[in-house]
């Protein structure tokens, strides 16, 4: 069994927690290596201004050993950061634990959200305690005994089987080239049947890209 937990995860003694509480700035944490993050900085209001105010004050912490830009542009900058924090940090305890954290991490308004994979539901209770003891705010937002999948978007077969003849049939081209109720029936059922399967896989389509992107659940 695999259980998959979403988590609020805040320190006053982070520096990305500390700066992001002050600068409307999203932060999606993409790769880890050691000591160094690899990740990608955007304005929460489209406004570059936030980007580059974030970047000064990182690389002005006293936790940031090396801050490069790699790439730039007005709604994103992708960065390389080496920092250095006393004690584990976050994603060190995830894994000290024996869990694992599904990359990105997504960091704003002062919380690390994290999305964790626990072998069991008692790893994961010793992970919380462990989280709690080192760090001043965690909060479980959702837990599944089965993650939908580890890149977050899970079909039933009818689900797939719906979604794939609409796009073989050029359901989604624009024009369409074809109706709902011709694909019903190539697969020998009624439209309204048709029209739910491909309406819950577009959600749950739709619920996965979100949690891509922003490390959050959608409501169910």
């Not at 993650?147 to 609409?166: C, D, E, F, N, Y």
Request: glycine residues 4%.
């Amino acid at each position: 069994m695999v259980v998959h937990c979403v988590m609020e995860i805040s320190s006053e003694q982070y520096y990305s927690c500390e700066l992001t509480r002050r600068i409307p700035v999203r932060v999606r944490i993409m790769t880890i290596n050691g000591d160094t993050g690899f990740g990608i900085i955007e304005p929460l209001k489209g406004d570059e201004e936030a980007i580059r105010r974030y970047v000064s004050e990182l690389r002005a912490s006293s936790s940031t050993l090396a801050a490069e830009i790699t790439y730039r542009s007005p709604d994103a900058y992708w960065t390389r950061v080496v920092h250095s924090i006393e004690g584990p940090s976050i994603y060190e305890t995830v894994l000290e634990s024996g869990c694992m954290t599904l990359l990105p991490i997504s960091i704003s308004r002062g919380v690390q959200m994290h999305s964790v994979l626990a072998p069991s539901k008692d790893i994961l209770s010793r992970l919380l305690h462990l989280l709690r003891e080192r760090f001043s705010h965690v909060k479980v937002v959702r837990v599944r005994d089965t993650p939908p999948s580890l890149t977050g978007i899970s079909l039933t077969s009818k689900q797939r089987q719906a979604v794939t003849l609409a796009i073989q049939e050029e359901y989604y081209s624009i024009p369409r080239r074809v109706q709902i109720a011709e694909l019903a029936s190539e697969i020998g059922i009624s439209r309204v049947a048709m029209q739910e399967r491909l309406r819950r896989a577009e959600k749950r389509i739709m619920e996965g890209y979100l949690r891509e992107k922003t490390g959050v659940w959608s409501p169910s």
